[in-house]
């Protein structure tokens, strides 16, 4: 049976099947979730495989290994960068975690971990970050109720997990 969770812990130390890069348009190692993951995984070898992709556009992923993540697979989403909402940011959002979760299950993965996607230096709003996320996950659920998948958000901060649980219990 498929499931979310939201739990307080580094996106790095998940051992789930892959963990989601919140990534930029270039898939350059960028700072916060995007550093971290290329710093844990190995720079050099996360830089070249994502260089050998070449990019990715905005409310879309892409693939590569997890390197020396316990995760054996990054899918690095782009979302969109918060613009004031005129920008068709929520679609762009919604179908950045609908092409992740479409990509793990062409991949046969069971289980993911995802950061809350454009919500950092995209400056996207919490609320609408997390409405967006979990909405995207349950529609994913209920499409595809052949497949089972195990979908964890992973948060560092107790403001942004309480906000993120409140919202799992409003839309479940």
Known sequence: MSSIE???IGITELHTDAIVNAANEGLWEGGGVCGAIFREAGSSEM???CKAIGGCKTGNAVMTP???LP???VIHAVGPRWSGGYHDEAKLLYSAYKQTLLLAKENRLSSIGFPLISAGIFGYPLVQ???IAIQACIDFIRDNTDYEMNIVFAVLD?????LGQKTLEDLS
């Not at 107790?158 to 309480?162: P, T």
């Open 129 to 131: 970050a997390w409405s």
């Open 6 to 8: 939201i739990k307080k």
């Open 47 to 49: 830089t070249k495989a």
């Open 71 to 73: 995760a054996k697979y």
């Open 66 to 68: 997890g390197f020396r």
């Open 158 to 162: 107790d403001e942004i997990l309480s």
